[in-house]
């Protein structure tokens, strides 16, 4: 089995599918402390006028060290309608460029119509399994909490993989390829795991005037639609250790 950790994201950029099309398992780790300004609650698309803006899920108030798993939207701020406004926008241009608007926008309604609740682990995994289905990706969609793995032997970032690829028993973790340097592979090899590094290939595509890299999967679907995000999907290499 190959597998891959990463932590729920807010509709994420294209490599973070690329991953999970590239695994058989695919673990949403929500044990770990929420950082602010991170992607879990926030991604980026285009704005008005050029460059690009966050598209938000509103948080209720937790502790500064709070895990992931216990953090909550705060959807009295109605933040679905104001994501969906922000795309609807008239005179920034994904109504008027974008190929593949409609039929972004009715996957957003049907996804946020399925999400239940304030858990954002929850509703991260809403997303992920619903984009997963649009796109014809059969990998199976963990969450990290829900298997209650032992982390006792965790001593520093790069053994959280390891531990958890053990308690999975696959035999392949594969990790994008920035984040290498965090990983010791003799200690992989010690537990008889392959390690692997996915390596995205240059995604260039069509959109609009310029192009702004490592936007959300919202804006690779607006220019690309359904057959051509499943494309962008393999385009990326494994390099092993």
């Known amino acids: 089995m190959k597998l891959a950790i990463m932590q729920p994201y807010f509709f994420p950029y294209i490599g973070y599918w690329q991953l999970i099309h590239a695994v058989d398992t695919f673990i949403l780790f929500d044990d770990v402390q929420y950082i602010r300004h991170g992607w879990v609650n926030r991604n980026r698309v285009l704005k008005h006028g050029g460059g690009w803006q966050y598209i938000t899920v509103p948080l209720r108030k ?3 060290n709070e895990l992931i798993k216990n953090i909550y939207a705060h959807n009295e701020k109605d933040w679905k309608n104001k ?13 008027n460029k974008a190929p593949f608007y409609s039929e972004t926008i009715d996957l957003l309604e049907n996804i946020f119509s399925k ?15 619903e984009i997963c289905r649009h796109l014809n990706m059969n990998t199976q969609i963990l969450i990290s909490s829900d298997q209650k793995f032992n982390y006792e ?27 290498a340097h965090i990983f010791d592979n003799g200690k992989f090899q010690l537990s008889k795991i392959k390690l692997s590094f996915l390596k995205s290939d ?13 936007l959300s999967i919202v804006d690779v679907l607006m220019f690309n639609g359904q057959t051509g995000t499943k494309d962008l999907l393999g385009r990326y290499s494994i390099e092993s250790v």
């Open 62 to 64: 937790h502790s500064l």
């Open 153 to 179: 032997y965790v001593q520093d970032a790069g053994e959280w993989a390891l531990r958890i690829t053990e308690q999975m028993n696959a035999q392949e973790y594969i990790n994008p390829i920035a984040g």
């Open 115 to 129: 999400i239940q609740g304030e858990n954002l682990t929850a509703i991260n995994e809403t997303i992920v399994k």
């Open 83 to 95: 994501i969906l406004r922000q795309l609807d926008h008239y005179s920034y241009g994904y109504k």
């Open 202 to 214: 240059d995604l260039n595509y069509a959109q609009g005037d310029g192009f702004e890299p490592s």
